[in-house]
């Protein structure tokens, strides 16, 4: 079946560490995306990758990175500058030349202790 | 820049009930709309998009919304709610030709028996 698999599910972190949340497709898509979800504020994006080695700051980059080695892989690290981390983070991915229609990943919640 | 307002936060309705989720957004141009669902703990589903052609749009679950460009909305709409229609439901924008989809701040649809 094709989609899209984030891990952990859950994660527990002290204060001051980097985390990195996992995220991989097989869906053949191009475009990859990370949103963070708070509690009504609905989805605000992170950083988003169109092609391999390449990828955009979106409109909460800071305390964040990304890499895109694989077309298949766009894993997140929350570093220890993001001021308040915990969150519900999900990852999507898209053909590039469609739409715009997502496809996500069920989501990891990181918990900041 | 694009924006997307769903007008009300929290929908509660009774069982068998109609209900409408209200979503309006803010664009001059040709856009693509749709409508997620989300469960608790769970990714983003897909649930009716519009591209183009007719206005009222059918998807799934038996969840139907329409198209209207002069009030620059796109409203859902069931007929008759279950218990099991009880989630988070995020509406979306994309700018035809523009990469990123801007997501609404979502609506929790609660069903009491």
């Known amino acids: 079946d094709g989609g899209i698999t984030q891990s952990p599910k859950y994660l527990f972190r002290k204060e001051g560490q980097n985390v990195t949340l996992s995220c991989e497709q097989n869906l053949n898509h191009d475009a990859m995306y990370w949103y963070r979800q708070d509690p009504g504020q609905g989805l605000r994006l992170i950083y988003y990758?169109?092609?391999?080695?390449?990828?955009q700051k979106g409109d909460i980059a800071e305390g964040y990175s990304v890499s895109r080695e694989k077309k298949e892989s766009f894993p997140l690290t929350v570093t220890s500058a993001q001021k308040n981390p915990t969150a519900f983070y999900l990852c999507?991915?898209?053909?590039?030349?469609?739409?715009?229609?997502?496809?996500f990943g069920e989501g990891s919640r990181l918990t900041v202790l | 820049a694009q924006s997307v307002t769903q007008l009300d936060s929290q929908v509660p309705v009774f069982e068998e009930a109609p209900v409408e989720l209200r979503c309006n957004y803010s664009?001059?141009?040709?856009?693509?709309l749709f409508w997620y669902v989300q469960y608790p703990n769970q990714g983003l589903q897909l649930l009716l998009k519009y591209l183009s052609g007719s206005t009222l749009v059918k998807g799934i679950n038996g969840f139907e919304a329409e198209f209207n460009k002069s009030q620059t909305s796109f409203h859902l709409r069931k007929p008759s709610v279950h218990i099991s229609d009880t989630a988070e439901y995020f509406c979306?924008?994309?700018?035809?030709?523009?990469?990123?989809?801007?997501f609404g701040q979502g609506t929790r649809l609660t069903i009491n028996p």
């Open positions: 979306a924008v994309r700018i035809q030709g523009a990469q990123k989809l801007v």
């Open positions: 990758s169109q092609i391999v080695n390449d990828f």
């Open positions: 664009s001059s141009v040709s856009v693509y």
């Open positions: 999507a991915s898209s053909i590039l030349t469609g739409n715009g229609e997502l496809f």
